[in-house]
């Protein structure tokens, strides 16, 4: 089965800084890669998604890539502020019969100081 | 408002106890699933239901019944609860191969 991997489990950075936060997922037929946020006390909140169809895309300060033959898709959260701390969730999956079974990696808690 | 929610928010209970969580989704989705967060924050997919077929049963403890009444609701009922069924529960719900979205989880303390 799927196994997904995310590095680093914690990240400290300077308001304004970037943080990058990568994943690898083992099996090939995965293509659905979501990133979700999650703040204390609250349940995960998708904040991105990237299809393997696609190697790239952007919202705003937050930006994922994919690589496919790596296995590994990343989180780019540029001019960060305070408001991004909290634990960053990458998952993957395979799209199958109209429904979704998300593999979660362990999680990054960012913590952004000001 | 259009959201996914749970009921309770938390729950305390003593080893032995039977206890429920519901969940209700307003999104017109058909499929919806339960997860569990362990202290650690791992979140693990237990199950999913497509219009209220059980399509998703992880290997999780028989005791865990989970319950689609309608395609809104998914319940999740646990017998004889144990001290390792302490964590935050969440419920999530989806359209077809489209992204899911989460509740706001019911945190159970098994005492």
């Known amino acids: 089965g799927e196994n997904v991997e995310q590095h680093p489990s914690t990240l400290s950075v300077q308001e304004g800084d970037s943080a990058v936060i990568k994943c690898t997922y083992s099996?090939?037929?995965?293509?659905?890669f979501p990133w979700y946020k999650q703040e204390l006390g609250k349940g995960p909140q998708l904040i991105i998604d990237?299809?393997?169809?696609?190697g790239e895309k952007k919202d705003q300060r937050i930006a994922v890539t994919l690589n496919k033959t790596a296995k590994h898709f990343s989180l780019h959260i540029t001019e960060t502020q305070p408001e991004d701390s909290a634990v960053y969730f990458c998952?993957?999956?395979?799209?199958?019969?109209?429904?979704?079974?998300?593999?979660f990696g362990a999680g990054t808690r960012l913590a952004v100081h000001p | 408002d259009t959201a996914v929610s749970q009921t309770p928010k938390y729950l305390v209970t003593q080893m032995g106890n039977d206890k429920s969580i519901k969940c209700e989704q307003n999104?017109?989705?058909?499929?919806m699933y339960w997860y569990k967060q362990d202290s650690k924050k791992f979140l693990k997919i237990m199950f999913s239901?497509?219009?209220?077929?059980?399509?998703i049963n992880e290997t999780v403890p028989n005791r865990f019944s989970p319950k689609s009444p309608d395609k809104a609701h998914l319940n999740l009922h646990i017998n004889s609860l144990e001290l390792g069924d302490s964590a935050v529960y969440f419920c999530?719900?989806?359209?077809?191969?489209?992204?899911?979205?989460f509740g706001p989880g019911t945190r159970l303390t098994v005492t």
């Open positions: 999530a719900s989806s359209q077809r191969d489209s992204p899911e979205y």
């Open positions: 998952a993957a999956s395979q799209f199958s019969g109209g429904y979704n079974k998300l593999i």
């Open positions: 999104l017109g989705h058909d499929t």
């Open positions: 990237i299809r393997s169809n696609v």
């Open positions: 099996d090939s037929a995965s293509n659905y």
């Open positions: 239901y497509n219009n209220k077929e059980l399509i």
